[in-house]
């Protein structure tokens, strides 16, 4: 078989690995919130792309979804991404914190200039609790894939910003920022959870997993000395 299946587990398991085997370099040159976004930006996409049912289309027909069809063929998993996707994110497997640290979430009254000029940010609004899973990630899906990534703190960045649109229909930006450490922590969350969902036997081949192992076992090893 020529075709590579697993895009929603194998895929990301291997983006934690890279994450794994160069944080280290990537932190003695100053590299590592590179390095995470780099990782974060395909293993966030991709499965979030896949699993998601088709949405109706703003004349009311119907959407065909991703080509692949991986939310209909790996039903499993797909139901497992809804049940978390249905959670509140505050106290849930991607941020088990009941308080937001230091998440905030608001609408931005104007997007001109630099973010240290932008109204919202002078005090910026917690995460709401009642703030779904799904929000957050389709939040940061669409600042990823469009490229609204914005930071704050100079040569040492102490916050990421992530900007998109709830509707595509209105002029109108929200943001979703975080620490590094913070949304590191969300984004290693999200990839332990994509390792365990349930595919069909046959999808990821058994290389794979033992690859990871392997790898898994060479950092292990590598940071013990």
């Not at 995470?36 to 966030?44: E, R």
């Not at 939040?139 to 709830?166: C, M, W, Y």
């Not at 920022?177 to 036997?201: C, G, Q, Y």
Request: proline residues 7%; hydrophobic residues 40%.
């Amino acid at each position: 078989m020529s075709e590579y299946r697993d895009l929603v587990s194998d895929f990301p398991t291997r983006c934690d690995s890279l994450l794994h085997l160069f944080e280290k370099q990537a932190r003695r040159q100053r590299l590592e919130i590179t390095l995470m976004l780099c990782i974060a930006a395909p293993s966030i996409i991709v499965p979030f792309e896949r699993l998601q049912s088709p949405k109706p289309r703003p004349d009311g027909s119907k959407s065909l979804g991703h080509p692949s069809r991986d939310w209909t063929r790996f039903l499993q998993a797909k139901s497992a991404f809804d049940n978390l996707c249905a959670q509140r994110f505050l106290g849930s497997p991607l941020w088990p914190n009941a308080t937001a640290g230091s998440w905030h979430f608001d609408e931005l009254s104007d997007v001109s200039g630099d973010p240290d000029g932008w109204r919202e940010l002078r005090t910026p609004k917690p995460l709401g609790r009642n703030r779904t899973i799904n929000r957050v990630l389709k939040h940061v899906r669409n600042a990823l894939a469009h490229g609204n990534i914005f930071t704050r703190g100079g040569d040492e960045i102490t916050q990421l910003l992530f900007v998109s649109k709830p509707d595509q229909n209105i002029e109108k930006f929200w943001f979703l920022a975080a620490s590094p450490d913070d949304f590191r922590i969300f984004l290693k969350n999200w990839l332990d959870f994509l390792r365990t969902v349930n595919l069909p036997t046959g999808v990821v081949p058994e290389s794979s997993a033992a690859w990871f192992l392997d790898q898994e076992t060479s950092v292990s090893a590598t940071e013990a000395h």
